[in-house]
């Protein structure tokens, strides 16, 4: 695996547990075979399975959390309480499906969390080292595209689930250009550093928190948007039941023109 | 860009044209900015618009191939008789859109061709280096998933287009995982290599020869099938007006079975 390139000034627990997944990824894609490493070996706190290669990639954050003496929020683990005033909401691997299956995206996500306040995100990249750091307040080093209409966009889906068909296809007709990377936090840094210009759960309701903290962090701050379809507040939650749609768009516009395509 | 890993033994008209591709395409990433890259700068033979990062590539295919003296097939160039038996037959840049983005999934795809006939396949993937070399009549060192039917499948397909909505739908709702990764050639060297179960057009009828080539000889060297939705041979031609539905599967259960879904 290349090395991470995590950004000069990065809050040392988030540089810390970055570079911990990204050996620990690396190591579980040296070890173990695809199969092995998709295979479902728990049931995480979200409720939802957690393959080995998230349990191979959580325990080596959990180990960094302890280390640099920081709360996890984590989908597999729940919350784990170091005794800290900071809390690191983390996605291990996101993208776990591609990293089984040898489709190189995926990424680690996390967000630091003082005071129920996501202050700082951190994406890292496993298959490249490319990594997109961002501060709540500060203009990032990279800038979505400022497309501000659906005709000609470039935009990335989650993949069409029961029931979000229509809308689905709605914004497939309307849009340049459709990608589903099966990613969404990779997907999101692509919108914040304008390699496409939007993403969206066209409904679906399938995202958690930590799939979507780093991006309400990252895509503000490269001038773009982060919305929930539904205009439900994004916001840090110990509840892991809770569920968002989000929609990751250049500008405000695009993300108002995404949702009512969406809503019909 | 990391170097090509080209397979000891493949035919040195691939090899030459694949490094030669690898590295025009690394020097134009790193000397135009994305907008720049893909730019129309002309309208290539098959009557598709050439985007600057395709002409750069395609530019140094050409001078390979003089040097190694074998004829070109290509999307932009059209035939280039250099006075030999032998035949490139080459996609320079597959999913330029993708490259000029600066989303990381693009490769060179060839074939070598001689007297009319594929031999031999050569696809390296760009972003990371990856190769995947095929010789038709011999066993490739990847295999396909061997997986023979769509309940559980990982299947990529091209985006959804007028008129192909509902067939699309029809696979998406029948697969496990969809991705649309906008690379037929990338996509279907996943497929001999078992890292998804299939790949298809759900009835656009997009592909040219150039999409599909290098796929005929990996997908059945690695145990798959390369089929073409409405049953038209898939064979060299010169008429570079000629399209086609490519389906790539890891049996030929699971390709008849795409099949059928697709038609409905």
Redesign the interface.
Same mark, same amino acid.
């Given at each position: 695996m290349p090395e991470a390139q995590i950004p000069v000034g990065t809050h040392p627990a988030l540089a810390a547990t970055a570079r911990a997944a990204a050996r620990a990824y690396g190591e579980a894609r040296g070890r173990y075979t @695809?199969l092995e490493l998709r295979e479902e070996v728990a049931l995480g706190a979200d409720g939802t399975p957690t393959m080995r290669v998230d349990r191979i990639v959580e325990d080596a954050i959990l180990e960094a959390c302890v280390e640099v003496g920081v709360n996890l929020l984590s989908e597999e683990a729940g919350f784990v309480d170091n005794g800290s005033a900071a809390t690191l909401c983390i996605d291990p691997v996101d993208g776990s +499906?591609n990293a089984a !299956?040898? $489709? &190189?995206l995926s990424c680690y996500a996390g967000a630091l969390v003082l005071d129920s306040e996501p202050v700082e995100a951190l994406t890292v990249w496993f298959?490249?080292g490319r990594a997109w750091g961002a501060r709540v307040g500060e203009a990032a080093a990279f800038r979505t595209t400022g497309r501000t209409s659906l005709d000609g966009a470039?935009v990335c889906l989650l %993949? &069409?689930k @029961?029931g979000t *068909?229509e809308a689905w296809?709605r914004v +497939?007709?309307r849009a340049d250009?459709? %990608? $589903? !990377?099966?990613t969404t936090c990779l997907e999101t840094a692509?919108v914040a *550093?304008? +390699? $496409?210009d939007a993403f969206a759960d066209p409904g679906s309701d399938t995202h958690r928190l930590m799939d979507l903290i780093a991006a309400l962090v990252t895509v503000p701050a490269a001038g773009g948007v982060l919305l929930d379809l539904r205009g439900r507040p994004l916001e840090f939650d110990l509840d892991l039941t809770r569920r968002w749609s989000g929609i990751a768009a250049a500008t405000p516009e695009l993300g108002d023109e995404l949702i009512s395509t969406i809503l019909g």
């Open positions: @695809r +499906a !299956l040898g $489709v &190189p298959d490249t470039s %993949r &069409p @029961r *068909e296809m +497939a007709n250009r459709i %990608r $589903v !990377l099966c692509f *550093e304008g +390699a $496409v």
